[in-house]
Structures are given as C-alpha cells and as structure tokens.
C-alpha cells in the first residue's frame, strides 16, 4: 500500500507546472512563427495579385481569350484563399 504524504502532492504539483509551462512556451514559439510566415505570404500575395491586375488590364480587350480570362479568374481564387 502506497501513503500519500504532502511532500509528494507538492512535488506532483510542481512537475505539472512545469510541464505545462513547457507546453505553453512551446504554444508561444509556434505562434511566433506563425505570424512571421503569414506576414510574408500576405506580402507576396499582394504583390502577385497586382501584378496580374496590371497585366490584364495592360492587355486588349480583343485580344483576350476565354483561357486568359479563366487561367486569370483561377489565379486571382487561389490567391484569395492562399
């Protein structure tokens, strides 16, 4: 039979502290990556985005296909969602 004494709660009590403060910095870290990788995807998406404005509105409207007007759609979608 095993006895619980107080100075094993107090020690339990201590790992699990510790290990959740473990998690929690670890929780942070992922964050801070996060937010530097979203700031640079929001960036070149900008970018590209005015890039491909500016190059269908620079060309003439007659010479416009329906590929260039679907391949253009297609890629201003999945830029949205990127």
């Known amino acids: 039979m095993s006895q ?3 100075g094993d709660s107090v020690s339990n ?5 510790q290990t959740a403060q473990w998690v929690f910095e670890r929780h942070l870290g ?4 996060a ?3 979203v ?3 929001v960036a070149l998406d900008t970018g590209m985005l005015g890039g491909l404005g500016a190059a269908f509105s620079a060309a003439d409207v007659k010479t416009r296909t329906y590929w260039a007007v679907v391949f253009t759609m297609t890629a201003t979608f999945l830029l949205a969602i990127g």
């Not at 992922?30 to 990556?33: G, R």
Request: proline residues 0%.
């Open 35 to 37: 937010e530097v990788k």
């Open 39 to 41: 700031g640079v995807l």
């Open 4 to 6: 619980n004494f107080e």
């Open 30 to 33: 992922w964050i801070a990556a």
């Open 13 to 17: 009590s201590t790992e699990r502290l």
